[in-house]
């Protein structure tokens, strides 16, 4: 790596953290800069609480804060210094005009394009980090170009980040694969090189890859499509199992044992959630009708609605047991992550499915290890979710499992957070309403413990 290299990072948050945090800590000769809008993000990455939780991520950004990794909101000051920049801002689904309801919103990444356009003084190599439709990063150069100062050159990479939420500090520490696309231009591959001996660092140089920017942006959307894909089918094959009497666990690990097939990521569950599955997918459902794709569009559509099925189909089976009414029952609902050792909470099962046991009618006892009380009441009082009065007449957050299993009639487990395999579930037997039900929406309990007990136990792909 060149002496003195200087990173900014613009987009402070799950992605633009972490990953960053990791190339400071990696080369510490670089100086990473990581900057956001959101000045309370800012304060907190500065703080001994950081903004978002992760595995092993204190460790890291302790290690090298103050020293050459800086977190701040002086975004212009981070731009001009550096030498790198990465755009690892927010690309949600749009909510309304063209496309809404399935492209991705890029004003975030276009806006952040301009502001580097503008006060840039030197020449930079800009790199895109977000998740963005195919050939986005055509508009960048456009933008780029159009608003430079003369004598500016800038070169622009696709570094699609394949981290997964829970498991981000090890995944960037030892990932699978670096994807660096440019331009094949000689300009392109020299910056693609800059890139590279920066991860170079700690990644083996035959795990660093090299493309032209189409394929690298479209390889981001497609690695998504493809995980979210296998765990839709295994979703469907649960269905046909619970229909059956055949156990989608041994089905998943016959399957799995072939090595065409392979064993991961063939969990049955309630369903994907968190903020890229489902945003990705659409994305390339929209690129393919963009593209005249018809059928493609329909095909990669059909993953999501297999996913809202599962938990549609999860929620009917929770009334159905439960008598065919939640009114006034009490529900425990166990992890409102949308799955373990994060906090976060995006597209998450458990607001789907709280929302559905609102409308019920019924009492909701949550609790969940890592999510912020504000953060519950925030997702659960989105339009379209539930009114303010409804959440506080229905919802009540806990912060310990057996409080909020309490005079419960059933516990719906929704993430599969460790300790859930843990709890003394005799004592939370004992203080539950009889019959006491507990539904494993992730697949992950000892049944036949549980039915020891004397539970009424409800699992996914599987008859009890
Ligand atoms: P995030 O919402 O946690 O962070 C984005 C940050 O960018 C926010 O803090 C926002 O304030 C900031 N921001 C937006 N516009 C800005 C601007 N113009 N200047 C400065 N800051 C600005 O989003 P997250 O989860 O980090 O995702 C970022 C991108 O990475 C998305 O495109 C996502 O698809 C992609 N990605 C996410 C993964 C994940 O696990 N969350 C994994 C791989 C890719």
């Not at 945090?21 to 990455?45: F, G, H, M, Q, S």
């Not at 701040?72 to 309801?101: H, R, W």
């Not at 020449?123 to 500016?152: F, Q, Y």
Request: charged letters at 25%; proline letters at 4%; glycine letters at 6%.
């Amino acid at each position: 790596t060149k002496e003195n290299l200087k990173i900014c990072c613009i987009g402070a948050g799950y992605v633009g953290g972490p990953t960053c945090a990791v190339i400071a800590y990696k080369c510490p000769t670089v100086t990473v800069t990581i900057v956001d809008l959101n000045e309370d993000r800012i304060a907190a990455w500065n703080s001994d609480n950081l903004p978002i939780y992760e595995p092993g991520l204190d460790d890291v950004v302790f290690a090298c804060r103050g020293r050459n990794l800086f977190f701040s909101s002086e975004v212009d000051q981070a731009i001009q210094e550096a030498d790198l920049i990465f755009v690892s801002v927010n690309t949600p689904t749009k909510k309304s005009g063209i496309g809404a309801g399935f492209a991705a919103d890029l004003a975030y990444v276009e806006s952040a394009t301009r502001r580097i356009a503008q006060v840039a003084t030197s020449s930079k190599i800009v790199i895109e980090k977000s998740t963005v439709p195919c050939r986005t990063a055509e508009s960048m150069r456009a933008i780029l170009e159009a608003n430079s100062r003369d004598g500016i050159r800038f070169d622009i990479l696709s570094n699609p980040e394949f981290l997964a939420e829970g498991t981000a500090i090890p995944d960037l520490m030892y990932p699978d694969r670096v994807l660096i696309g440019s331009l094949q231009t000689p300009e392109g591959i020299k910056a693609q090189n800059v890139l590279a001996d920066v991860y170079a660092n700690w990644v083996p140089k035959e795990k660093i890859i090299t493309m032209g920017l189409w394929s690298s942006e479209l390889s981001k959307l497609a690695a998504n499509a493809l995980l979210a894909q296998r765990i839709s089918s295994i979703n469907a094959l649960s269905a046909i199992c619970e229909a059956t009497g055949a156990d989608v666990d041994e089905v998943a690990y016959a399957c799995g044992l072939d090595s065409r097939i392979g064993p991961k990521f063939l969990k049955a569950s309630v369903g994907f959630g968190g903020s890229c599955f489902q945003k990705d997918i659409l994305n390339l459902v929209y690129l393919s009708e963009s593209l005249h794709l018809p059928e493609v569009a329909e095909y990669w559509k059909q993953v999501v609605t297999m996913n809202e099925y599962q938990k549609s189909r999860f929620l009917e089976r929770i009334v159905k047991r439960l008598f065919n009414t939640l009114t006034n029952k009490n529900l425990a609902v166990f992890g409102f992550a949308f799955k373990k050792n994060t906090g976060d909470t995006r597209e998450s099962a458990a607001i789907t499915l709280v929302k559905h046991f609102i409308q019920e009618k019924a009492n909701i006892h949550i609790y969940d290890p890592k999510v912020e009380d504000a953060q519950i009441e925030m997702d659960l009082c989105e339009p379209g979710i539930a009114t303010p009065e409804q959440y506080k007449k229905s919802v009540t957050i806990f912060h310990d499992p057996y409080e909020a299993a309490k005079n419960a009639d059933a516990i719906v487990v929704l993430t599969e957070w460790d300790e859930f395999k843990t709890l003394d579930y005799q004592r939370v037997y004992n203080n539950m309403h009889k019959p006491a039900f507990i539904f494993d929406g992730r697949l992950f309990l000892d049944t036949k413990k549980l039915q020891n007990i004397g539970f009424q136990v409800e699992v996914i792909g599987r008859q009890v």
